[in-house]
């Protein structure tokens, strides 16, 4: 059974990190391009990163790009995301998921989600 499980949110002051983690628990997407999401209050979920398949590439939201880092380690079955220098707009719950690489369309496998909170 294909399931995503993310944690590592908190709460943090503007300009510090959090990394967040998701692992594979139902071993299913070891050969899909992986990605990040995050949805505000308010607003409609939104990519933030992704990375493909073999790891050998990525790509990030602009909003994002140059602080966030995506990775992922399949032996572990575990995707990462390490983001550095958060703003309060960063507030929001953040998902993995599958994804199409090069749309960035997700499928269709979203888990609870974690929530991340910056503080001004």
């Known amino acids: 059974q294909a399931q995503l499980v993310e944690s590592g949110g908190g709460t943090v002051q503007a300009g510090g990190s959090l990394r967040l983690s998701c692992i594979d628990s139902g071993h299913a997407f070891s050969t899909y391009a992986m990605g990040w999401f995050r949805q505000a209050p308010g607003k409609e979920r939104a990519f933030v990163a992704a990375?493909?398949?073999?790891?050998?590439?990525?790509s990030y939201a602009d909003s994002v790009k140059g602080r966030f880092t995506i990775s992922r380690n399949k032996g572990e079955k575990m995707v990462y995301l390490q983001m550095n220098r958060l703003k309060p707009e960063d507030t929001a719950v953040y998902y993995c998921n599958a994804l199409d690489y090069d749309s960035r369309t997700p499928y269709d496998y979203w888990g609870r989600g974690t929530q991340v909170t910056v503080s001004s």
């Open positions: 990375i493909s398949w073999t790891g050998d590439s990525t």
